[in-house]
């Protein structure tokens, strides 16, 4: 296993639309394996293959709290069953934009079909933090980003932001 570095904004690749995966093999449990290491790394909650620059259909998720028993999850090509009508806001935040958080309204439920580590189907409905997370990261599988939930100044002062910051890492 190892830590992959995480790509954060304005890299292009996090507005790739992720490419849907044709067989669960050991290089793919390779993967996930590096991507759960980073994640608990970072520390987070969610993480999708194109944050480690692999634009496939892949997101790993833990919401377990601190001290409790680690409950990994890996959601191979995850599709949006059903979606609960009940709303639920939560403030979000993103390894791939660091220090950034914002206020989200989102389905309080979600049931979320996918394939499994050994590739196989399955279907899991989720509440609370975890059916906030499972959207925020198949968001990610789309090109999709939690600025692209705030007003269009917000967004352009946060880009500018990450700009600027990455002109002034590469003039150092
Ligand atoms: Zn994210």
């Known amino acids: 296993m190892a830590i992959r570095p995480i790509i954060t904004l304005p890299d292009p690749a996090l507005r790739t639309v992720s490419a849907p995966i044709e067989r669960v093999d050991d290089e793919l449990r390779r993967l996930m394996d590096d991507m759960l290491e980073t994640m608990y790394a970072a520390p987070g909650v969610g993480l999708a293959a194109?944050?480690?620059?692999?634009?496939?259909?892949?997101?790993?998720?833990?919401?377990?709290?601190?001290?409790?028993?680690?409950?990994?999850?890996?959601?191979?090509?995850?599709?949006?069953?059903?979606?609960?009508?009940?709303?639920?806001?939560?403030?979000?935040?993103?390894?791939?934009?660091?220090?950034?958080?914002?206020?989200?309204?989102?389905?309080a439920t979600v049931t979320v079909r996918y394939l499994d580590r050994e590739g196989e189907r399955n279907e899991l409905a989720a509440e609370g933090l975890l059916a906030t997370a499972i959207q925020h990261e198949i968001n990610h599988l789309d090109g999709k980003l939690i600025i692209d939930f705030l007003s269009a100044l917000k967004r352009d002062i946060v880009v500018r932001k990450f700009k600027k910051q990455a002109r002034t890492a590469e003039a150092l």
Request: a negative charge; glycine letters at 6%.
């Open 50 to 107: 194109i944050q480690v620059g692999v634009p496939r259909r892949l997101v790993v998720l833990d919401v377990a709290e601190d001290g409790e028993e680690r409950q990994p999850l890996c959601l191979v090509n995850p599709e949006i069953v059903t979606l609960g009508s009940e709303m639920h806001l939560h403030e979000e935040g993103c390894l791939s934009i660091p220090d950034v958080r914002v206020e989200i309204e989102r389905p």
